[in-house]
């Protein structure tokens, strides 16, 4: 079990300050600041093309900004090189839009990636791998070839994989793009057991804003491990226990919205209404 | 348009080619129903002369970031961690699955070689010179220039497809978000495979196309094959070996490092992969032959100088 450190609330475990980065056709992040605390959720909304895979690429140091800094665990990502990035990166987990599974490699061999990588003993692997596939309820699966699986099964597979080193952060990219609605609420309650159970900080990216909102409506009780209605995300007493989640709205490649899910669901803005429809 | 260049892109191991390849599917079109308020681009004036530039830029970038991953590749070859499993597996595939075309071409390229040289030799009437003429042109020349190109219509196409289709799938993001380098990974086991398989296919050329000479020489010179066999060996001398061996290591470089850098550079999804793979085939088997002439002036001069 993943243990976050508590440390003060002053102490972001993401941080983006004034963040800029484009290409040949011009920019797509324009000056974008934010932090994410420990144990926090932030999805990430806006629409196609405005920089939620980008900016969440850049929080893994996979591209640099053109300007500005990022700041993840305490290290500043811009002035690292590629080898200390390799090293940064065991410590963060990512789920890719499609699921990126190596597919010519089995299911258990892609989520005992990292460790075989990390050369641990073979007789480790096997159990670890077993335990976190149980987690996404695919231990069956373990031989089998990505092609053989669907897509939501690919998407678990994927999250497994990004867990199979307990990551402090994880970062998520359109989890649920694609899929049907009964598959996307298993993969978003898998998001919300990660969030409750294991405290881990992750960046959430979509373009379904009801995925962010079962996020902050919904939390796994570990008492009775089922998912159950939040009684409130600001009581102090209990959020306490409860990770927060926030939400940040891109436009033009700059932070449109940032705030809470009932800020975001009162709000009177033009544009934000569009999405809540 | 303008080709931008910058330390911002290169990440230290990316080189810019592979950062605008991933990012490039990140941009998408205004469309008339997205009201983003996103300013136009202005219109820019295309001139001839602007064109013919801007594919100078282009072609000079494209040299600046494939000597960067040659340089890495050397440098992740010399150096560890190794990735043992897959440079076997490599070789497997480049190495023992290119035999069969090898050896058949080998064998058939032989017999044609003395075929043609032999009625020449005839006229003469000094036809037993013909072992001679072969075996130094098989093993100098024909055998690993033929080897290298066979091997690359067949291992750079696949190289290149295989590192587009997992650059498109964001299989190669998801290998460095995990910590990999996919220049340890996926480019210097295939670098290594083929340095160390080609000469050896070489060899295997040559050996067949003498086989095939002396059958031909049997069958329509009337040389016995004990003559055939013995000038041909006797007319080797250390430095053709020398040359011959060589070559194909310079070709196993270019053929694989091509392979990689056109699949890691792959833009525009599938499609994009289909031109990759075409474009590695043709580009390696040109560079193999220019290379080829450079390198035989070289070995003819060492040749006179040391041995």
């Known amino acids: ?277 | 348009m303008t080709v931008e260049r910058g330390y911002a892109f290169d990440s230290g191991f990316c080189p810019q080619q592979f950062t605008r390849a991933l990012a490039r599917r990140v941009t998408v079109a205004d469309t008339p129903l997205q009201i983003t308020g996103r300013e136009d681009k202005a219109e820019e004036k295309i001139t001839v002369v602007g064109v013919i530039v801007n594919a100078a830029k282009g072609a000079v970038a494209d040299v600046q970031d494939y000597a960067l991953l040659c340089g890495r590749t050397l440098y992740a070859i010399f150096t560890p961690p190794y990735y043992l499993q897959d440079i076997l597996q490599q070789m497997d595939n480049i190495g023992a699955g290119s035999l069969p075309i090898i050896l058949l071409s080998g064998f058939f390229i032989g017999a044609v070689m003395v075929l043609q040289t032999g009625s020449q030799f005839t006229r003469f009437g000094q036809s037993s010179l013909t072992g001679d003429v072969v075996a130094i042109a098989l093993v100098r020349e024909l055998g690993p220039s033929l080897t290298g190109l066979l091997v690359t219509g067949r291992c750079a196409t696949g190289i290149a497809s295989e590192l587009g289709s997992m650059l498109v799938t964001e299989q190669v993001d998801a290998m460095r978000a995990m910590g990999t380098d996919p220049i340890r990974k996926l480019v210097a086991p295939r670098a290594i495979a083929t340095l160390l398989t080609l000469p050896l296919l070489t060899a295997m050329t040559d050996f067949m196309g003498l086989i095939g000479g002396c059958v031909a020489s049997v069958f329509s010179l009337q040389l016995t094959a004990v003559e055939f066999w013995r000038r041909a060996i006797d007319a080797l001398v250390f430095s053709d070996l020398m040359q011959g061996f060589t070559k194909p290591m310079f070709f196993a470089f270019i053929l694989a490092t091509i392979g990689c850098y056109k699949g890691l550079t792959v833009r525009g999804g599938t499609q994009g992969v289909g031109r990759a793979t075409t474009q590695a085939a043709v580009l390696s088997s040109v560079m193999i032959i220019v290379a080829d002439a450079f390198l035989t002036k070289v070995a003819l001069y060492l040749a006179d100088k040391l041995f």
């Open chain 1, 1 to 277: 079990m993943l243990s976050v450190p508590s440390s003060s609330e002053h102490n972001p475990a993401i941080t983006f300050d004034n963040v800029r980065i484009g290409f040949d056709e011009g920019d797509i992040l324009r000056g974008v600041s934010f932090e994410v605390q420990e144990r926090e959720t932030l999805v990430l909304l806006g629409e196609t093309g405005t920089g939620k895979t980008l900016s969440l690429k850049l929080a893994a140091g996979l591209l640099q900004p053109t300007q500005g800094t990022i700041r993840v665990l305490g290290q500043e990502l811009s002035s690292m090189k590629e080898r200390e990035l390799l090293e940064f990166r065991r410590h963060i987990g990512f789920v890719f839009q499609e699921g990126a599974l190596f597919d010519s490699m089995t299911v258990g061999d892609n989520v005992a990636y990292r460790l075989l990588e990390d050369r641990v003993k073979d007789d480790e692997i096997e159990p670890r791998v077993l335990e976190v596939l149980r987690f996404v309820e695919l231990e069956h699966t373990v031989d089998l070839l990505p092609s053989e699986l669907s897509g939501g099964m690919r998407r678990r597979v994927s999250i497994a994989r990004a867990l199979i080193n307990q990551p402090p952060i994880v970062l998520y990219d359109s989890p649920t793009a694609g899929l049907d609605p009964v598959t996307s609420q298993t993969i978003i309650t898998l998001i919300l057991r990660l969030r409750d159970v294991y405290g881990v900080t992750a960046l959430l990216a979509t373009q379904r804003l009801q995925d962010g909102f079962a996020l902050a409506n919904f939390r796994f009780d570990p008492a009775t491990k089922r998912v159950v209605h939040s009684v409130s995300n600001g009581n102090a007493a209990a959020g306490a226990k409860m990770a927060a989640t926030r939400f940040l709205v891109l436009r033009e490649g700059e932070v449109y919205f940032e705030g809470g899910q009932e800020e975001l669901a009162g709000t009177k803005d033009d544009y934000l209404k569009r999405f809540l429809v």
